[in-house]
Nanobody, 124 residues
């Protein structure tokens, strides 16, 4: 059974940077497609970024606008989201997710496994 645990969330000032992480256990990490989603209060969960099993292909939501970078370390079973130029609209619970097909995926319905989320708050 694949399990995902996020960490690294917190409070950051507008314009600041934060990197959140997710450790994955219980599955064949090198074959998993991985992604980050977020959910703000009162809003639907939305796609942020995704990376293929090889790490060679990535895709991002339009609102990221080159501010975020998704990466993975297949030796450590880790996925990361480096976030720069944060603004209050980025405040949300951020979730990492995984699926068994290895490709990039942008829909919540395509993911089989989810973490519990980590809170990111952007405020002065």
């Amino acid at each position: 059974h694949v399990q995902l645990v996020e960490s690294g969330g917190g409070l950051v000032q507008p314009g600041g940077s934060l990197t959140i992480s997710c450790v994955v256990s219980g599955g064949a990490f090198n074959s998993l497609g991985l992604g980050w989603f977020r959910q703000a209060p009162g809003k639907e969960r939305e796609f942020v970024a995704a990376i293929s099993s090889s790490g060679l292909t990535t895709t991002y939501a339009n609102f990221v606008k080159a501010r975020f970078i998704i990466s993975r370390d297949n030796a450590k079973n880790m996925i990361y989201l480096q976030m720069n130029g944060l603004n209050p609209e980025d405040t949300a619970v951020y979730y990492c997710a995984a699926h068994d097909r290895g490709s990039v995926a942008i829909e919540t319905s395509e993911y089989d496994y989810w973490g519990q989320g980590t809170q990111v708050t952007v405020s002065s």
